[in-house]
C-alpha cells in the first residue's frame, strides 16, 4: 500500500460517517445550455494548457541548446 494511503482512507471514512452526500442535478439547476457551455469552456481551457506546457518544454529545450552551443570549449554564455 502506498505511503500515507492508509490515513487518506481514514479520513474519507470519518468524512462519509459525519455527511450525507447530495446530488446536485447542475444541468438541470442551471440549464442545459450554460452548462455546457461551462464544459466546452473548461475543454478550451485544458487544451490551451496542454498547448502551453509543450510550448514551454519547446523554449526550455531550445533554450538549453544554445546555452550548451555557447558554452561549448569556452565556458562563457
Do not use: C
Not at 461551462?38 to 533554450?63: C, E, G, M, P, Y
Amino acid at each position: 500500500m502506498p505511503k500515507g494511503l492508509k490515513d487518506r482512507i481514514n479520513r474519507l471514512e470519518e468524512f462519509e460517517r459525519q455527511s450525507k452526500p447530495v446530488k446536485i442535478d447542475y444541468a438541470r439547476l442551471v440549464g442545459k445550455k450554460l452548462w455546457n457551455k461551462h464544459w466546452r469552456n473548461l475543454d478550451a481551457v485544458v487544451t490551451a494548457t496542454q498547448q502551453s506546457i509543450k510550448a514551454a518544454d519547446d523554449i526550455r529545450h531550445k533554450v538549453k541548446q544554445e546555452i550548451e552551443r555557447r558554452t561549448s570549449g569556452h565556458g562563457l554564455v
